[in-house]
């Protein structure tokens, strides 16, 4: 086994969730990750933990949204599991990142519907989501397999200590402040009120690899347009040049120019896909290239993502109200030239670099 593998296991227990024994966890992972769940079984193992490992397979979950189509229940016996656990790891991977590309934007609307619950269920708990490399990943990167194994493994090994404490200056910098405002470019000018509600320091916990400073905007309060101007995968489909209008928090108004249907898709799936949950800001400089996923590329510095759909209740201040919704979809817009964000007026970050940040032009 690749030594960097146990390495990853090792921050995910001892960092990331913290693994304790007698903790109840649920390993869910795709077949080409079985060396991940080995070392993290092993681990489980020396610390007396209580391992239950689910092949997450995206060939099986797409023969099963294929063959039933809609009327889809609430899975009670996978409630059960998340009800009952302590953590959950969960890791992306896989050999075809397109693999459920054939499934109608409906269908996957109706069935993340049902299963709300269940997403629900998982976030009240401890829980990491992370990257197995794959040479399907690496393909829709651009990269070498090789090159994608040198790439992941040293965005999952940072000194998160370190890390940790160049994010809370600008923790510290939305906590005081009322309203955000991003502009870039012509076509992105966008205000929304964090007025109550927390930033959070993602450090690689949630998140392996982190880097990034969240929170979520005052549901009402987000007005303007924006363009993302990076693409997402979604449903195994490239959504390209997103553009949203947003009047009193709503948005009323969408594009895109590939695959709006798979947008659409995503506004209907419930009344609050419309509406943000989450602004956030990417402060990972060691993640300094786009590789078309979001695990990755939202951590990015020079970006911003904001995510329509739930928000994470722990960034929501008592007396605003917690954005619920079947989706979450975070979409990135490049910050890197002509482009300033905005705290109650004062520029915060302009082309990329935060007013704290001694940092050289490469």
């Given at each position: 086994m690749d030594p960097r593998i146990r390495e990853?296991?090792?921050t995910i227990v001892d960092h990331s969730i913290e693994l304790e024994e007698g903790d109840d966890l649920v390993i869910q992972l795709p077949a080409e990750a079985e060396d991940l769940a080995v070392a993290l079984h092993e681990y489980a193992g020396d610390i007396g933990a209580n391992p239950v490992y689910l092949n997450n397979s995206q060939r099986a979950t797409r023969a099963y949204l294929r063959a039933r189509e809609d009327d889809f229940e609430l899975p009670d016996h996978e409630l059960a599991l998340y009800e009952a656990a302590d953590a959950f790891v969960i890791a992306r991977s896989g050999g075809n990142v397109s693999e459920k590309a054939d499934i109608d934007p409906?269908?996957?609307a109706d069935y993340n519907r049902a299963r709300r619950p269940v997403q629900r269920e998982r976030l009240s708990k401890?829980?990491?989501l992370t990257q197995f490399p794959t040479s399907g990943h690496a393909q829709l990167a651009g990269m070498s397999t090789e090159e994608y194994e040198?790439?992941?493994?040293?965005a999952v090994s940072l000194d998160w200590e370190a890390q940790a404490e160049f994010q809370q200056q600008m923790v510290e910098l939305i906590d005081d402040a009322e309203e955000v405002r991003i502009r870039s470019g012509e076509e992105t000018d966008l205000t929304m009120s964090v007025a109550g509600n927390t930033a959070l320091n993602d450090d690689g916990r949630a998140n392996l690899p982190g880097g990034e400073v969240f929170t979520a905007p005052v549901k009402d309060s987000v007005n303007g347009e924006v363009y993302f101007d990076l693409p997402l995968y979604r449903q195994g489909r490239e959504i390209e040049g997103v553009r949203l209008t947003f009047e009193d928090g709503r948005v009323e108004e969408f594009s895109a120019e590939r695959n709006e249907s798979v947008l659409a898709g995503v506004f209907n799936t419930d009344e609050n896909a419309r509406y943000l949950?989450?602004?956030g800001i990417g402060m990972n400089r060691a993640i300094d290239r786009f590789t078309y996923n979001m695990l990755f590329d939202e951590k990015m510095g020079d970006t911003v993502h904001m995510a329509v759909g739930s928000a994470y209740p722990e960034t929501v201040g008592e007396g605003?109200?917690?954005?619920?919704?079947a989706e979450h979809v975070d979409m990135?817009?490049?910050?890197?030239?002509?482009?300033?964000?905005?705290l109650d007026g004062e520029v915060v970050?302009?082309?990329?670099?935060?007013?704290f940040e001694d940092r050289e032009d490469e």
């Open positions: 990853h296991a090792e409906e269908t996957t401890t829980w990491c040198n790439f992941v493994y040293d949950g989450e602004l605003n109200e917690v954005n619920e919704s990135i817009v490049d910050m890197s030239e002509d482009s300033v964000i905005e970050q302009r082309d990329g670099t935060f007013t």
